[in-house]
């Protein structure tokens, strides 16, 4: 697109930057191009903004990632009360990925049953390349040495987000780094509290104590503090 543009002047060009951490990488020449031959930068959140912004770019517009807010209506879930020793239904959902952090939710569990809080993990993500079966392996590795194997369930990619997330009690999204939080919204679209990162991006979409609870990126003691504190106002 940019050597088109180059040829034809009156081409208009615009480009998506999906993620945080993108547009700080860029090396000096993709920065010149894009500087001069960009009509717009399209940035998913404000925290990717202010990367193209400090990155040269100058005509950059934030548009969040949007959802079908009524297909996560699911409002009997948002009032059930999970009976008695029942455990608390986490569900996380997102590409098997060490930046999405699943190892560190690992951890997290870990913690909480050490403290006898009753819970079980869901994941579900697609492993779609071979850094993504890496992660997934050291994922179910890490299952085996933390004896978790009846607390947590990978269960691969899924077409059912709506009806995972309804049969949840939580949605916990542990990413190290995340441009927006995609499946943050759908999770409050559908009524679950959710537990997020203090990360630029997925922060700006829960007021701390509203929607959910905040912890401290890359924490996972924190993280478990989080969680116990919302199961013991489930």
Not at 169 to 184: H, I, M, N, T
Request: proline share 6%.
């Amino acid at each position: 697109a940019l050597a088109a543009k180059a040829l034809r002047p009156g081409l208009k060009v615009v480009h998506t930057v999906h993620n945080t951490g993108l547009a700080p990488a860029w090396n000096p020449l993709r920065k010149a191009l894009y500087g001069r031959l960009l009509d717009y930068a399209v940035a998913i959140s404000d925290a990717v903004a202010q990367e193209c912004h400090a990155a040269g770019l100058r005509k950059v517009r934030a548009i969040y990632n949007g959802i079908p807010v009524a297909a996560f209506g699911v409002p009997e879930r948002v009032h059930r009360v999970p009976s008695a020793g029942a455990p608390l239904r986490i569900v996380q959902i997102g590409r098997i990925r060490p930046e999405k952090g699943q190892d560190l939710m690992l951890d997290a569990m870990k913690i909480l049953i050490g403290q006898g809080l009753p819970v079980r993990c869901d994941f579900y993500g697609p492993v779609a390349s071979r850094d993504e079966e890496k992660a997934l392996a050291y994922c179910l590795q890490k299952v085996d040495e933390l004896r978790l194997g009846e607390y947590v369930s990978f269960n691969g990619p899924t077409n059912t987000v709506i009806d995972n997330l309804a049969a949840s009690d939580l949605f916990v999204q542990p990413s190290r780094k995340e441009g927006f939080g995609l499946a943050v919204v759908e999770a409050m679209a559908s009524g679950l509290p959710v537990v997020v990162p203090d990360i630029p991006g997925v922060s700006a979409l829960v007021e701390d104590g509203e929607q959910g609870l905040i912890f401290r990126n890359n924490d996972a003691r924190d993280l478990a503090r989080a969680i116990a504190e919302l199961a013991m106002d489930a």
